[in-house]
């Protein structure tokens, strides 16, 4: 496991406020209170871990497959239906959503090998990203990819936590499959936009894995 470089000043924050905060607390409640110290040392230990653990990147084995488009995040499958897609396609598409939570592990990766025909950042909302309109609404960082099977759009959206989202990608780019194209900070969620011909493989609160999890085929 290593971690990503989008934790590193969060964690170098985090790491001085802890140091900090336990020095000035042993220093003033080790005599008076000194359970209080080491409960507080507990809790803002917990804390800490959390957000270095927050920015892990695990060693898994990502799957490879050119018929096959992959979980671009880790989460929980919230959303399977078909839509009328009204931002680049605008007819008829089947959306999947994968809801990250803050445990997750929040590297987001390219579903599929091909160029990248759109890419756009919107502004917007801070819905809870189970909000149905939180796709449309919240802000959000869409990206169209295009290869010799077909077209998919897949969309980064911000919770009511995460508000900041980084995107690697730009119009142009050939981009591989399984290899990272983004990250979203603290619990949020993205969307797969499917073309209708294409074979949904992930169930209704399904946990997948972000680069391993086949979402669907061509």
Request: glycine residues 6%.
């Amino acid at each position: 496991m290593i971690i990503h470089r989008e934790g590193y000043k969060s964690i170098a924050i985090a790491a001085l406020v802890f140091g900090i905060f336990n020095l000035l607390s042993f220093t003033f409640l080790s005599e008076s209170l000194p359970w209080l110290a080491i409960l507080l040392f507990v809790v803002t230990l917990f804390l800490f871990l959390f957000i270095i653990s927050f920015f892990r990147i695990p060693n898994r084995e990502l799957t490879i497959n050119d018929r096959q488009i992959i979980c671009p995040a880790d989460g929980k499958v919230v959303v399977i239906e078909e839509i009328t897609e009204v931002e680049y396609f605008k007819d008829k598409r089947i959306q999947v959503s994968i809801f990250m939570s803050p445990a997750n592990v929040h590297v987001n990766r390219n579903p599929m090998d091909g160029e990248v025909l759109y890419n756009q950042y919107h502004k917007g909302k801070y819905l809870v990203a189970w909000h149905p309109k939180s796709s449309t609404e919240n802000e959000r960082w869409s990206v169209v990819t295009r290869n010799a099977h077909g077209t998919i759009l897949y969309k980064q959206i911000a919770g009511a936590l995460a508000k900041r989202i980084c995107n690697y990608t730009q119009v142009g780019q050939q981009v591989k499959q399984g290899e990272e194209y983004g990250f979203i900070k603290f619990g949020s969620r993205v969307d797969v936009i499917l073309p209708l011909t294409a074979r949904v493989e992930v169930s209704l609160n399904q946990v997948v894995k972000g680069g391993v999890t086949v979402l669907a085929s061509w």
